[in-house]
């Protein structure tokens, strides 16, 4: 379906493409028209004519211009980051900006000063850093949302046991659902699982007293695909008279 959207002063043609309800994206608004300034104000202009009440928006960030330029969407919940190179002080700022995100996606190097405990990105519920590298500790340490997701991590024992204490202890993560943390392809990094699982008093999973599966916050936008070899995984259950925690590998 092809949408011509126009007033006194602007045209602009657009198409609108059906997906198959198997896609993540199962409807296209797509701009035909060359680039230009105006197009994500006629986006947001078509959203309001779309919607009386405009639903949370997911917003996919692949330029420095369109990071720029894209303040002018509404209502923005849940953004993914696809430049090559992401500055943190244009996180800080995205972040004042839309102070509310469910869900943050960084595909990005982040380059620029390290964020530090108080930024806002550690406070995202969920938060997926795909290139986290020798930040993988900081970020593991800083974070106090409820879904971390560290992907080419450089994993480290004493990270692990840090969080896990700090969790049991309740000093910490108090939101804390779920962490993963997974290495590079064809990367080996020596990691002693065992020792990890004696010293945290980890218990067999049975599946019976505790869920089998563990179920991801459906507002992260991160789909995974992960190697049951590469996962370590830290689930919480609250119970009236102690925390418990689980370690198993992903089968997805």
Same mark, same amino acid.
């Given at each position: 379906?092809?949408?011509?959207?126009?007033?006194?002063?602007?045209?602009?043609?657009?198409?609108?493409?059906?997906?198959?309800?198997?896609?993540? @994206?199962?409807?296209?608004?797509?701009y035909l028209?060359?680039?230009?300034?105006?197009?994500?104000?006629?986006?947001?202009?078509?959203?309001?004519?779309? #919607?009386?009440? !405009?639903?949370?928006?997911q +917003?996919?960030?692949?330029?420095?211009?369109?990071?720029?330029?894209?303040?002018?969407?509404? %209502?923005?919940?849940?953004?993914?980051?696809? +430049?090559?190179?992401?500055?943190?002080?244009?996180?800080?700022? #995205?972040?004042?900006?839309?102070?509310? !995100?469910?869900?943050?996606?960084? $595909?990005?190097?982040?380059?620029?000063?390290?964020?530090?405990? &108080?930024?806002?990105?550690?406070?995202?519920?969920?938060?997926?850093?795909?290139?986290?590298?020798?930040?993988?500790?900081?970020?593991?340490?800083?974070?106090?949302?409820?879904?971390?997701?560290?992907?080419?991590?450089?994993?480290?024992?004493?990270? @692990?046991?840090?969080?896990?204490?700090? @969790?049991?202890?309740?000093?910490?993560?108090?939101?804390?659902?779920? &962490?993963?943390?997974?290495?590079? =392809? %064809?990367? /080996?990094?020596?990691f $002693? /699982?065992?020792?990890?699982?004696?010293?945290?008093?980890?218990?067999? @999973?049975?599946?019976?007293? =505790? *869920?089998?599966?563990?179920?991801?916050? *459906?507002?992260?936008?991160?789909? +995974?695909?992960?190697?049951?070899?590469?996962?370590?995984? +830290?689930v919480?259950?609250?119970?009236?008279?102690?925390?418990?925690?689980? /370690?198993?590998?992903?089968?997805?």
């Amino acid at each position: 379906m092809n949408i011509r959207k126009s007033d006194i002063y602007n045209q602009s043609l657009s198409r609108c493409t059906k997906k198959p309800p198997t896609q993540i @994206w199962t409807h296209v608004l797509e701009y035909l028209e060359k680039e230009d300034d105006n197009v994500l104000e006629f986006l947001q202009t078509h959203l309001e004519s779309l #919607f009386a009440n !405009q639903p949370p928006s997911q +917003l996919k960030i692949e330029s420095t211009n369109s990071l720029q330029s894209s303040e002018i969407i509404d %209502n923005v919940t849940d953004s993914i980051f696809s +430049l090559d190179e992401l500055e943190t002080t244009e996180i800080k700022h #995205f972040l004042t900006v839309r102070p509310n !995100q469910k869900s943050v996606e960084i $595909h990005s190097d982040l380059t620029g000063r390290p964020l530090k405990r &108080v930024s806002k990105l550690f406070k995202v519920p969920g938060l997926a850093i795909h290139e986290s590298g020798s930040m993988t500790s900081k970020y593991m340490d800083n974070f106090s949302g409820r879904c971390l997701l560290l992907f080419n991590a450089n994993v480290t024992y004493s990270a @692990w046991i840090t969080l896990i204490e700090k @969790w049991k202890n309740k000093t910490a993560y108090h939101k804390l659902h779920a &962490v993963v943390t997974r290495v590079p =392809r %064809n990367v /080996f990094q020596e990691f $002693h /699982f065992g020792e990890l699982l004696f010293e945290s008093n980890a218990l067999p @999973w049975d599946g019976i007293s =505790r *869920p089998r599966n563990f179920m991801f916050d *459906p507002r992260s936008n991160t789909q +995974l695909s992960i190697e049951v070899n590469r996962l370590l995984r +830290l689930v919480r259950y609250p119970t009236k008279r102690r925390r418990k925690m689980g /370690f198993y590998p992903d089968n997805q």
